[in-house]
């Protein structure tokens, strides 16, 4: 987790996504299809664009304050797990607190924290964002305060925390946690990590009323997956029920995530 922390903190701003777009790692040496995306104006901090998806989560927080039904309705079926994503700064700061509290018991008390008195972070123009940032964090709290902290790194253990993160919709902090593994990785396992990453952000999309994108990526994601297993859980599955999801959207909710079916702790895949 620290190698992922690292990565997380010292890569700057510019290269991140705009607003509401969780990028998915382009494959080493092409370019692979761009998502038929529709891209909302980035709006300036806290304040959303007219008309755009994220418009529509700020006016319903501001109709309804203190309502947690009133952020998370969307289009797809994906949102009753899936959590949309907030605004830049908010989104990158709570990632890596989230990152952070995979592993350390302090950074689980500061998210405990901050579900109840999100207040604490947000600026005078941001209060709009409140009980998104806290649900996030809640969901995130809840899911974590289950899992024992571990030292153990590498692939199987990311794998393992990824796997929690995604069952409790935290879509976006999925690609924040593997990308690094991506990075590093070659071969086989690079691939198989690549559509881990696209899956998972095309469910984010879907939570963020992005149709075309969730479509583009959990296709291109399922296609990469199938047949393959990585750190000792079968992908396969996996990808035959992203795939035949893909046909119901935007009815439709992710399948499982791959259960640990094997120790693969004495022959791990290098990344």
């Not at 998915?24 to 891209?39: E, F, H, K, L, V």
């Not at 319903?60 to 605004?87: E, N, Y």
């Not at 199987?156 to 976006?172: K, N, P, R, S």
């Amino acid at each position: 987790m620290g190698r992922a922390l690292r990565h997380l903190r010292d890569r700057p701003d510019h290269r991140r996504a705009a607003q509401r777009q969780a990028r998915a790692p382009r494959s080493a040496g092409r370019q692979p299809r761009r998502a038929a995306a529709r891209r909302d104006p980035v709006p300036a901090r806290g304040h959303a664009a007219p008309g755009s998806a994220a418009g529509r989560v700020a006016g319903s927080a501001a109709r309804s304050p203190g309502t947690v039904a009133a952020v998370t309705s969307g289009l797809g079926a994906a949102v009753d797990r899936v959590i949309r994503t907030l605004p830049l700064q908010l989104r990158n700061r709570l990632a890596a607190t989230i990152l952070e509290a995979v592993d350390d018991v302090q950074a689980r008390r500061a998210l405990a924290r901050l579900a109840d008195a999100p207040d604490a972070w947000l600026a005078a123009d941001e209060h709009e964002w409140r009980d998104l940032l806290a649900q996030r964090a809640r969901r995130a709290s809840e899911a974590l305060a289950a899992r024992r902290p571990s030292a153990k790194r590498g692939l199987g253990a990311a794998l393992e925390a990824a796997a929690t993160l995604y069952e409790a919709g935290l879509h976006f902090e999925v690609h924040e946690l593997l990308e690094p593994l991506w990075m590093a990785a070659s071969g086989e396992t690079r691939e198989a990590l690549q559509g881990v990453i696209q899956a998972a952000v095309g469910w984010q999309h879907l939570a963020n009323d992005n149709i075309a994108g969730a479509r583009s990526l959990l296709m291109e994601g399922a296609a990469r997956l199938y047949g393959r297993r990585l750190g000792g859980r079968d992908f396969d599955a996996f990808a035959r029920a992203t795939a035949e999801a893909v046909t119901r959207l935007p009815a439709a909710k992710p399948p499982p995530f791959p259960e640990l079916t094997t120790d693969a702790s004495d022959r791990e895949e290098s990344v």
